[in-house]
């Protein structure tokens, strides 16, 4: 630890100018996402916390780690959660199938987003009795909403018109969810059961919400996602799930 502690007070503004560097070329490649967002919050937090005299504040010291290892233990445990819905595969009768987006560019369905869709045909197509809604709004850097993109994949993979339902004003999973179940309670199903289509690591959360969402059941069909990109989904994941449970 005390070679450590002397390697980053001798080294450290080199590492400092590195960080900062790396930052502006993400900033410049990639934009302000997720990945380049956290990574810009680490680099800070080292920054500052590598210029702290531990020695000195004991009881600073304590705090930090105290703190570290509360993160520590959520991680894992909330991780953990996620982990179970991973491979979710239910083929349980539903009273409606809920797709979930995940953005698109232009008119162009992202990949995520094609993912899920591609993950819902065969239960869709083994159960051309229950409706299908789609669910997403129209964000930043998209022509038209994310259930017109969602419904107009299906239609061109033989999913009758009549059965899909555009629900388009969400921006979140709870939207999703809430404003699904409105279309819904408009149709006159009570206590609807769903099947939730989306991304193996958005499964847990997803299922979660739907339960304060007022579903009576809620089951799942996961949608793999690139395993290049799953670290930080996970990561973003951690911290979506506990904003869900707060």
């Given at each position: 630890?005390?070679?450590?502690?002397?390697f980053?007070?001798?080294?450290?503004?080199?590492?400092?100018?590195?960080?900062?560097?790396?930052?502006?070329v993400?900033?410049m490649?990639?934009?302000?996402?997720f990945?380049?967002t956290?990574?810009?919050a680490?680099?800070?937090?080292?920054?500052?916390?590598r210029r702290?005299?531990?020695?000195?504040?004991?009881?600073?010291?304590?705090?930090?780690?105290?703190?570290?290892?509360?993160?520590?233990?959520?991680?894992?445990?909330?991780?953990?959660?996620?982990?179970?819905?991973?491979?979710?595969?239910?083929?349980?009768?539903?009273d409606?199938?809920?797709?979930l987006?995940?953005?698109?560019?232009?008119?162009?369905?992202s990949?995520?987003?094609?993912?899920?869709?591609?993950?819902?045909?065969?239960?869709?197509?083994?159960?051309?009795?229950?409706?299908?809604?789609?669910s997403?709004?129209?964000?930043?850097?998209?022509?038209?909403?994310?259930?017109?993109?969602?419904?107009?994949y299906?239609?061109?993979?033989g999913?009758?018109?009549n059965?899909?339902?555009m629900?388009?004003r969400s921006?979140?999973?709870?939207?999703?969810?809430?404003?699904s179940?409105?279309?819904?309670?408009?149709?006159?199903?009570?206590?609807?059961?769903?099947?939730?289509?989306?991304?193996?690591?958005?499964?847990f959360?997803?299922?979660?919400?739907?339960?304060k969402?007022?579903?009576?059941?809620?089951?799942?069909?996961?949608?793999?996602?690139?395993?290049?990109?799953?670290p930080i989904?996970?990561?973003?994941?951690?911290?979506?799930?506990?904003?869900?449970?707060?």
């Amino acid at each position: 630890m005390r070679k450590i502690t002397t390697f980053l007070r001798e080294k450290g503004l080199i590492i400092d100018i590195i960080l900062l560097v790396c930052l502006v070329v993400f900033l410049m490649i990639w934009g302000r996402n997720f990945a380049v967002t956290f990574f810009g919050a680490i680099s800070v937090a080292f920054m500052v916390l590598r210029r702290i005299n531990y020695e000195k504040h004991v009881v600073l010291k304590r705090i930090i780690l105290t703190g570290l290892g509360i993160v520590a233990v959520s991680f894992i445990i909330i991780e953990a959660l996620v982990f179970t819905q991973l491979g979710a595969n239910d083929q349980e009768e539903a009273d409606y199938v809920i797709i979930l987006g995940s953005g698109i560019k232009g008119t162009e369905l992202s990949l995520t987003l094609k993912q899920r869709l591609d993950a819902s045909l065969d239960y869709i197509q083994a159960h051309p009795q229950i409706p299908v809604i789609v669910s997403g709004g129209q964000g930043p850097g998209e022509d038209i909403t994310e259930a017109l993109a969602m419904k107009t994949y299906l239609l061109t993979q033989g999913i009758n018109a009549n059965r899909i339902m555009m629900e388009d004003r969400s921006t979140s999973t709870r939207e999703n969810l809430v404003f699904s179940k409105k279309i819904i309670d408009q149709a006159g199903v009570m206590n609807p059961e769903i099947m939730i289509v989306t991304s193996d690591y958005h499964m847990f959360r997803a299922k979660y919400l739907a339960v304060k969402s007022g579903y009576s059941a809620e089951y799942g069909i996961s949608a793999s996602s690139p395993v290049h990109l799953k670290p930080i989904y996970m990561i973003r994941e951690y911290l979506a799930v506990i904003k869900a449970l707060i």
